[in-house]
């Protein structure tokens, strides 16, 4: 089979159905509706990928914008408040946030109605959802009959896992994918290009610096920079980290390598599989089972990965030689695993001091330890472990990191241990 072909096939699997437009529509029309009978001066449309024609087939999810008139500029912390009474024939519940939205459940989709300010240049925006509906006229403008290639492009990236920006996530976000494909102008295209791809790669759709990177803040810079086509100002791929970049790479050059549809099938997670292979190296592993609560999705996530770093940190700093690691998150669980080289620790380990020389900090080093002698012109100390090993050093560490809103339980890997899934 062709690349073409198999591109092709892939892409008519994608394709959501039409009963999410026509669902869509009819709150719409009840939205607009409520707001008129109220005298709000403001309008619902519809918003991100159905909008645009590039959302999945198992897709639930609907993005409905509430643009306000500008002359409601001065009350901007009240949209939302303005808003609600025109929902409640819906029951939707309120979500707080840099501005606060609304989600409910209607036809069996998912909805989200985000207030924003009717907006025709990003300097007037006073929140970042304010250019989400800007967003989605750019994408209709420059990407008419691209939606197929969006969705390729979708889906590759959340069978590679690296869809979404979330904080936990720190991957390619569906606005990131739509400016590259309207870049590259196909799903191939974009692979082709990315297998080559050397950080710090820098697109700029619409030339509209002469150097990009001179005019973003330094904290925005990141291994793709992708100069926003509608706020020239912002990195759009900011929130991208090194690490899903780099597999973005990988992936496209084997895709490139050995094309097939496998390369667009999301992996089910599966914990005891996990299990198995973790056990066949030599040393030792735990396993975390953590579950989050009173948390929205994104935030839980960004609480699993900091528990999760902060025990890859801290096993490091105990002493252990990490050789693999790893987190899995599926609202409110969340799955972490560490292998280490070493059954056990030393009961006694030497601790490295001060230079002899620096007499002040020698001086603290000998008050703070009892066993200090002295090698090649520095300070060493015998120090004593209270844990050995890396189950003990884990436990201890997750039990200081469990609160009301996450819970962590710590055990040796057991590929026949029962695992929440």
Not at 302 to 325: H, I, L, M, N
Request: hydrophobic residues 45%; proline residues 4%.
């Amino acid at each position: 089979m062709s690349v073409y072909t198999l591109l092709k096939t892939v892409a008519s699997s994608l394709r959501g159905d039409k009963d999410i437009i026509l669902a869509r529509d009819s709150v719409v029309e009840r939205i607009n509706h409520e707001l008129s009978r109220r005298g709000v001066r403001a309008v619902a449309s519809g918003g991100g990928s159905v909008a645009k024609g590039t959302h999945l087939a198992l897709d639930h999810d609907i993005d409905i914008f509430v643009r306000f008139s500008f002359d409601y500029a001065d009350l901007e912390e009240q949209l939302p408040d303005l808003l609600e009474p025109s929902l409640k024939p819906f029951a939707p519940v309120r979500v707080h946030g840099s501005r606060d939205y609304f989600q409910f459940t209607h036809d069996g989709y998912e909805f989200e109605v985000i207030p924003v300010l009717a907006v025709s240049h990003h300097s007037q925006a006073q929140n970042v959802t304010d250019m989400s509906p800007v967003h989605v006229e750019y994408f209709l403008a420059r990407a008419q009959g691209l939606q197929d290639e969006v969705r390729l492009a979708k889906q590759f990236c959340k069978a590679q896992g690296v869809y979404g920006a979330e904080s936990y996530i720190r991957g390619f976000s569906g606005h990131v994918l739509d400016i590259l494909i309207v870049h590259y102008r196909s799903f191939y295209a974009l692979i082709a290009a990315a297998a080559s791809w050397t950080p710090p790669v820098i697109i700029d759709v619409e030339g509209h610096h002469e150097d990009p990177v001179g005019v973003l803040n330094e904290a925005k810079l990141s291994p793709l920079i992708l100069i926003d086509p509608v706020q020239p100002d912002r990195n759009a791929a900011a929130a991208l980290s090194s690490e899903q970049f780099d597999a973005f790479v990988s992936a496209a050059k084997q895709f490139l390598q050995a094309p097939s549809e496998a390369f667009f099938v999301v992996k089910e997670f599966r914990a005891h599989q996990v299990k198995e292979r973790l056990l066949e190296h030599a040393g030792s592993g735990v396993w975390i089972d953590m579950e989050v609560f009173d948390l929205k999705k994104d935030v839980g996530g960004a609480r699993v990965r900091k528990v999760f770093s902060r025990v890859v940190r801290e096993v490091s700093r105990a002493g252990f030689t990490v050789v693999e690691d790893g987190w899995h998150f599926d609202f409110p669980l969340a799955h972490a695993w560490a292998c280490v080289e070493q059954e056990a620790l030393s009961e006694v380990y030497e601790r490295e001091g001060p230079p002899v020389s620096v007499a002040e900090d020698a001086e603290r080093f000998r008050a703070a330890h009892d066993e200090v002698f002295e090698r090649d012109g520095r300070l060493w100390a015998r120090v004593s472990r209270e844990q050995t090993t890396l189950l003990e050093v884990v436990r201890s560490l997750c039990e200081s990191l469990s609160s009301e809103k996450l819970t962590c339980s710590v055990s040796a890997l057991d590929a026949t241990a029962p695992v929440k899934e």
